[in-house]
């Protein structure tokens, strides 16, 4: 009783949110009984006569698979990398001079970047990273570090900003300096937040397409949603083969999410929402 008292519960919503969660729940049925049928199977929703194990076997030979992971690997590791390192000192920065009128427009700047639609930058960009021979690897994992600031700086500077700067000061007075203060004290403080912006940039990294469509001019290192555009066009009378290979794609970033969700989730609610 005393826990029904204190933890009341909205069962309206409690069931709205289970009937909208069928919106995901029935397509990842859908394509996990579809990857595992015969192509003759296929379109329907009901579990395969024969479990066609071998479908995504053939599905990874067929894009070569480890080729186009291993691509998405680097690009997403180093993208998360190198995201760290630049976009939270630069939201440490703004935050804590948010008082002049230089690091305001920086803040707001950078926000209103969030809101430019990708196809009016899009063909610019193309032009500029072909002009600075950054058409490879180096020239995409530049652009997600970059393009991604205005939302790791909207999620990190409430946090910074609600980090008390007394633990600064008593640092500075110690013989701190503003690099080792951040690395040593501020850093580690943003755990929350560093996962939060660590798991963006990897979904986004990992399951992009239009950057790497425009940016990539070297077949051999296409991602997987690159390789995954090839073999829809290619091979979209096999479903089940298709599907297979979608599976395969999006099941390190949601093993990924598994680990870090409770990090992420603490991110979001305890910096943006701040």
Known sequence: MKYRKDRNINWWLTAAVAVLSLTVLV????????????????????????????????????????????NSAIITVAAVVLTLL?????AYAVARNMDKRFFRFLYYFFIAA????????????????????LDNQIGLIIL??????????????GFIRSIPVSLEEAARIDGASTWR?????IFPLMSPINATIAILTALWAWNDFLLPLIVLTDQSNQTIPLAQYVFSSQFATNYPMAFSSY?????PVLIVYIIAQKWV????MRGAVK
């Open 27 to 70: 397509p990842l049925y859908f394509t996990i009984v579809t990857a595992l049928k015969t192509p003759a199977e296929a379109g329907t929703f009901s579990l395969p006569t024969t479990w066609q194990w071998h479908n995504f076997a053939d599905a990874a030979a067929k894009v070569n698979y480890p080729k186009a992971a291993l």
């Open 86 to 90: 630049t976009n939270t000192f630069v």
């Open 114 to 133: 969030m809101f430019v639609p990708f196809p009016v930058v899009m063909l610019p960009i193309a032009k500029q990273m072909g002009t600075l021979h």
């Open 144 to 157: 997600y570090m970059i393009l991604g600031l205005g939302t790791n700086l909207f999620i990190a500077t």
């Open 181 to 185: 203060i951040f690395w040593q004290i």
């Open 247 to 251: 599976l395969m794609a999006m099941a």
């Open 265 to 268: 989730i603490g991110g979001v």
